[in-house]
């Protein structure tokens, strides 16, 4: 159960970072055809705003009655067109960095689902290392008190197919779905004799 939930995580983060990256491919080739890319324009375009109007003020404009000096009639005409590209410059770089926000977010989350999943697996390790322990100690009494090179030799060969078995279960645990391991358990009890 535990497993799903980190592979459907896993498959959602994947799926959301593709999407992301869709985007900023798709901010990316906006105004492809324009000579550096669109944020390269836009900045172009804001510096030379700066210059109209520094070089604005130097041009000591009078007013004749009833005329718009030069300086109206400029600011006027072209100002707006200045605000509207500094704005969707303003917009861009605010969507990028929603954008990078985001994508930091979907990666933190799988780093943090991956962890989980490895502490996991890790603790599981730790069950079955002392198990193991446990049943290679059994088995070493059971050698020191058995009698007779026979009956060793047969004793540690069980004990052997036992942690064998255990390994391969605890393997097969690691890579399966609590169905499939119940099934393989049924499957072996199934083939030991006496039962």
């Known amino acids: 159960m535990k497993a799903r939930k980190d592979q459907t995580l896993a498959r959602l983060n994947q799926d959301a970072e593709r999407r992301l990256l869709d985007i900023s491919g798709g901010l990316d080739r906006l105004g492809k055809g324009a000579v550096g890319g669109i944020q390269y324009r836009i900045n172009r375009s804001r510096y030379y705003a700066e210059v109209y109007r520094d070089l604005i003020k130097t041009l000591r404009c009078g007013n004749i ?19 509207f590209i500094d704005s969707v410059g303003q917009r861009l770089e605010k969507l990028r960095e929603r954008l990078r926000a985001t994508m930091e977010g979907v990666q933190t989350s799988a780093i943090v ?31 020191e008190e ?10 540690t060969g069980m004990v052997y197919l036992v942690v064998m078995i255990l390994l391969g279960t605890a393997t097969f645990y690691l890579r399966s779905t609590d169905k499939e391991l119940r099934e393989v358990t049924r499957q072996l009890l199934e083939k030991q004799p006496g039962r």
């Open 65 to 83: 009655e009833t005329w718009w000096t030069y300086e109206q009639y400029a600011h006027r005409g072209v100002e707006p067109a200045f605000r």
């Open 113 to 143: 689902n991956q962890t989980e999943a490895t502490r996991d697996n890790t603790f599981q390790l730790e069950v079955i290392a002392a198990a193991m322990h446990n049943i290679a100690v059994s088995a070493k009494k059971l050698v």
């Open 146 to 155: 058995t009698e007779g090179y026979r009956r060793a030799h047969f004793v």
